[in-house]
């Protein structure tokens, strides 16, 4: 993708998109030869970048004008729901991102400080910057610069927030999963990072190894684990000059956020006890919890008892609206065996299938059960505290009617 040479050009392409914006862009590639005045790769961009924008970034799709990059990048970038929480963590009157990219998350950071620098290698991504961040009532710097270079040489000062988005991939596109192979490797820039920000805010992949993570970065004051719709999205490291002891964990799923300092004593959890009778509930915790492994201060901070040690599922006996992921209704309770599962599942075609802890993976389970994917019936695969295989068939617990 090219950015177009002057604004007369742009505002003719853009208006190009605008009209074409329902059109199949494939389609639209193919007859490309009958406007020969159109950059057609950069009109295919923008039809289809406001398409992801409409559900992603649904400010920026609301706003006239505004230019995306490239589809992978659009995909790649964070969601405005995302991006709004993380601009709760700035710090100070001064925020520099050195990592740029597209701007999603500098563009709601930024409203959080005075002054604002945007730093960016990429030439048309800083292009796309200038052009969009007037449109979004941004007021910032755009530099274009290599995050070291512009840290070591263009920094001088004390600043209030540093943020960081490391790519993730090499040069040959590969993912990569250790951060010293992230670019940039903050794990050498940490030293000149704690000498010039109060507040460092480093975003990496969710599946990341957190333990690693906090050995190799030290001043981690603050972990936040963030999920969009129950799907885990991003890690935020936040760090300061000051030394710390352990960081405390914010496990973010939407509107609920989960917090838990990992150096206070949390004593054993209870487990279930087998019993099914009366009403039953069982829990599943949100991406968040999962991935931050902390199973234990859940169940101490909500009152809850375990399924047993490593099958992540909590059972109790009242409802919980404040639980920290979905709540279930349990139907029926039954084991592996033949009779039992054919009556319990009698009348049940179609079901929402999980396990946790469970010799079976879930698609392999529902072959099992003979039950097709969809419906308002959830059914676990788990394992108790004794090593007993269960089948848990549950119900979404709704609130509303309660």
């Known amino acids: 993708m090219t950015f177009p040479e002057d604004n007369n050009q742009l505002d003719h392409f853009l208006q190009f998109a605008d009209a074409h914006q329902a059109d199949d862009p494939q389609k639209l590639a193919l007859m490309a030869y009958k406007y020969p005045g159109v950059d057609m790769t950069f009109v295919i961009d923008q039809i289809e970048g406001r398409r992801i924008a409409t559900s992603k970034l649904p400010q920026w799709a609301a706003t006239q004008g505004i230019v995306y990059p490239p589809r992978v990048s659009m995909e790649q970038c964070s969601s405005e729901q995302a991006a709004l929480y993380k601009a709760t963590l700035v710090a100070g009157d001064t925020l520099i991102d050195l990592t740029g990219g597209l701007g999603v998350d500098f563009s709601y950071m930024a409203r959080r400080a005075a002054h604002a620098t945007y730093v960016e290698q990429q030439d048309l991504l800083c292009r796309i910057a200038e052009h969009n961040f007037p449109l979004l009532g941004i007021h910032a710097d755009v530099v274009q610069d290599e995050a070291t270079h512009f840290l070591q040489e263009r920094v001088n000062q004390s600043v209030g927030t540093i943020f960081l988005d490391p790519a993730r991939r090499d040069n040959h596109g590969q993912r990569v999963m250790l951060m010293q192979d992230c670019s940039p490797d903050v794990t050498t820039m940490l030293p000149m990072l704690l000498a010039k920000a109060q507040r460092i805010i480093i975003k990496l992949a ?41 960081p405390v964990f914010y496990c973010v799923n939407d509107d609920n956020c989960f917090t838990f300092d990992p150096s206070l004593p949390v004593p054993d959890p209870s487990y279930w006890d087998g019993d099914t009778s009366g009403t039953l509930y069982l829990h599943e915790p949100n991406a968040s919890v999962m991935t931050a492994a902390c ?64 010799p079976l993976r879930a698609p392999d389970l529902a072959r099992r059960l003979g039950v097709k994917d969809g419906g308002d019936i959830f059914i676990f695969g788990t394992t108790s505290s004794d090593g007993i295989h269960l089948i848990f068939i549950t119900h979404k617990l709704s609130f509303s009617v309660l």
Request: charged content about 15%; proline content about 6%.
């Open 206 to 246: 969710p599946m990341l190894d957190i333990s690693l993570a906090l050995r190799q970065l030290h001043h981690v004051s603050q972990v936040h684990i963030v999920s969009v719709a129950g799907q885990c999205r991003e890690l935020l490291l936040v760090l300061e000059p000051i030394a710390h002891g352990e």
């Open 295 to 358: 199973h234990k201060p859940v169940a101490h901070c909500v009152g809850i008892c375990m399924m047993a040690p490593t099958s992540h599922l909590f059972v109790s006996r009242k409802p919980l609206e404040h639980f920290p992921g979905r709540s279930f209704v349990v139907d029926t309770v039954t084991t592996m065996n033949k009779r039992a599962l054919a009556q319990a599942l009698r009348g049940i075609d179609h079901a929402n299938v999980a396990t946790r802890n469970f």
